[in-house]
């Protein structure tokens, strides 16, 4: 088959969906949104919100047909803000464990699909460290021990070293913040 990305523009969206929050193993809330908040009366409480308030946040790489595979990381074109919250008593410490699931490849809708560890982000605080997605479903991230808010910000960047089918692809990742 011909290779027609120089005549195409090319773009990757990465879509980061879910996140999850697990208080000690007795309760699990998964939704499509991206704020999520426990509470146990005043304490414990374990909240994370990843992306803009009540919206999904996408971050988009646009590739050149001329600069496909070339090895030069292209930068998302946006940054993403991420908190979490983890409250306890002195007499009850907790820590909270930060993970992500990246095992579902992006997909171009055509049967192409492109790896999740394309994609690496650069942390702007280091609280949540800078890194790249694993493609696994358990990948940790950071821990932290009760009470703090932890804010960071991350820029991504599609690392643009494989030359993949012309087309958009589409992906998401679960984050999950967890006390067990």
């Known amino acids: ?78 940054r993403i803000n991420f908190t979490l919250v983890l409250r306890a008593t002195a007499a009850n410490p907790l820590t909270g464990f930060l993970t992500v699931d990246s095992s579902t490849p992006l997909d171009n809708g055509s049967g192409s699909t492109m ?7 650069v942390s702007r605080d280091e609280d949540i460290p800078s890194g790249s997605y694993a493609g696994t479903t358990n990948q940790p991230l950071a821990s932290f021990l009760s009470s703090v808010r932890v804010r960071d910000r991350h820029t991504f960047q599609y690392r643009n070293a494989n030359v993949y089918d012309a087309g958009t692809y589409n992906g998401q990742v679960t984050y999950t913040w967890a006390a067990p």
Not at 8 to 36: C, E, M, P, R
Not at 115 to 121: A, D, F, R, T
Request: net charge positive; with cysteine; proline share 4%.
């Open 1 to 78: 088959m011909k290779n027609v990305c120089n005549k195409f523009k090319w773009s990757v969206q990465f879509l980061i969906l879910l996140a999850t929050t697990v208080l000690h193993d007795s309760y699990t809330n998964t939704a499509g949104a991206v704020v999520f908040t426990l509470s146990d009366v005043a304490v414990p409480t374990l909240s994370i919100r990843v992306g803009a308030r009540n919206s999904i946040s996408r971050v988009r790489f646009n590739v050149q047909g001329a600069d496909v595979g070339n090895g030069i990381p292209v930068d998302g074109n946006r």
């Open 115 to 121: 790896p999740s560890s394309e994609i690496s982000w």
